[in-house]
């Protein structure tokens, strides 16, 4: 049998729990796949007192002191899972330095400043496993990597948030509110207390960035992606998407366009008959398309103790097996910026939901600002008042227009003093 896989874990919350459980309960099932063990040697702590109920290897020692681990040369790998960004980013940065592996989940460390630790692992032949960091237990790291090297990949879509996903479901499914539909997300321990990277589209932004530069070998800055969330999405949406036949799903999406990329996430309509249109609940799904491989769709679990325990474990298998391939899938060392679509460039289908008064012309003026921007509309419903004071829901589905056309309609008829509230405006995918 070869040597064993020495690792050293920094953080003990819920994955790297899981990630202790896993590797105590598949330890014979690893060990006959790799003819190896893999063996934690240290969990980096800030109190060691707080978890000495903790079920943990008889080898197993925690520590509060960094340099324990990154000292160590028995430790072959350092996994980073204790999240934040300048923390981490020094501890990896010391792990590499000192000849390392690392494995990590931390798509926001990678996503808004990893490039540097990227070119570092390149430059020191190490690897740099993140296949935890992007929707959980599906393997899209290694997929798009390993399994699609040979493409050339057209596009990503993917619904990459299983909070978002949980909340717009329930609204769906059970007719609930968006403060409802979050509260039982927090309550089920889907939600954080603090949900804003969730529910505004950031923690999408950040997988969506990295799985660009695996799909292109392009980095494309995190700040100049556009984002938006969900949380301006209200019940009457859910029930007009419905009746025209689709679903709201947050989406982070990247696709090449007239020889630039295209990216962006945001709340969409898609088509009820499209697959991921029918992923519920907290799980994740991710569909690519190739030149070569066509259509493929991935689906599972996006979050949770083991499904990112088992994300983490595909990356430690590897590099106990001597899998050294390149961090980004390309072997160029010094990434190119990507060449970028302009946001207000990008074409296609619009959904506008309008809150106005019930009264003669308002119809017109909006139609008139869409024409005026040459925006073609390809439906229009428009609800009959309650009483005289009660604002009426106009909704509007176009045909292909380019955001910035989108943009000039919306700000012109904000100017036009016929809106109740702000407007929802989504991209339609069929």
């Not at 959980?136 to 948030?161: C, E, H, K, T, Y």
């Not at 990356?315 to 390149?326: C, H």
């Not at 003669?360 to 921007?373: E, F, S, T, Y």
Request: charged fraction near 20%; hydrophobic fraction near 45%.
């Amino acid at each position: 049998m070869s040597k064993k896989l020495t690792i050293a874990i920094a953080g003990l919350g819920t994955v790297a729990g899981g990630l202790v459980q896993a590797l105590q309960e598949n330890a014979q099932w690893i060990t006959q796949r790799l003819g190896r063990e893999i063996s934690i040697k240290y969990i980096l702590v800030r109190n060691p007192d707080k978890y000495g109920s903790v079920k943990l290897p008889v080898e197993t020692k925690l520590t509060t002191n960094p340099d324990t681990l990154i000292g160590d040369p028995e430790v072959d790998v350092f996994v980073e899972l204790i999240g934040g960004i300048e923390y981490p980013r020094t501890l990896i940065t010391q792990a590499l330095n000192n000849g390392k592996h690392v494995v990590t989940a931390n798509k926001a460390l990678l996503a808004e400043t990893g490039t540097e630790l990227f070119d570092l692992a390149n430059s020191k032949g190490l690897t740099l496993g993140y296949e935890a960091s992007v929707c959980g237990a599906i393997p899209i790291i290694q997929v798009l990597r390993d399994s699609l090297a040979g493409n050339q990949l057209l596009s990503i879509a993917g619904i990459m948030n299983g909070t978002s996903n949980y909340i717009l479901s329930e609204m769906s499914n059970n007719g609930l509110d968006f403060a409802s539909a979050l509260k039982q997300a927090q309550e089920l321990g889907y939600a954080e207390a603090d949900p804003t990277l969730d529910i505004e589209g950031f923690d999408t932004a950040h997988k969506l960035n990295l799985l660009i530069r695996l799909a292109w070998g392009v980095h494309y800055p995190y700040a100049k992606l556009p984002v938006a969330g969900v949380s301006k999405i209200e019940s009457i949406d859910i029930h007009f998407a419905k009746e025209l036949g689709y679903r709201i799903k947050l989406l982070g999406q990247a696709r090449i366009q007239d020889g630039k990329l295209e990216a962006e996430v945001a709340p969409a309509l898609v088509r009820n008959t499209m697959l991921i249109a029918s992923v519920e609940g907290a799980f994740n799904a991710v569909h690519v398309q190739g030149n070569a491989s066509g259509s493929l769709f991935f689906h599972g679990k996006g979050a949770g103790a083991l499904p990112t325990a088992s994300a983490v474990l595909s990356d430690l298998v590897n590099i106990a097996r001597g899998t050294n391939a390149s961090n980004m899938g390309f072997v160029e060392d010094n990434i190119q910026k990507a060449e970028i679509l302009p946001n207000e460039e990008a074409k296609g289908r619009h959904y506008f939901r309008f809150m106005v008064s019930d009264k003669p012309g308002v119809l017109r003026d909006v139609a008139a600002a869409m024409a005026d921007n040459n925006i073609s509309v390809a439906q229009a419903i428009q609800k009959s008042a309650t009483n005289d004071d009660s604002a009426v829901p106009l909704v509007f589905m176009t045909h292909e227009a380019t955001v910035g056309d989108v943009k000039r309609a919306l700000t012109q008829i904000k100017k036009a003093g016929i809106l109740h509230s702000e407007p929802l405006h989504c991209r339609i995918i069929e």
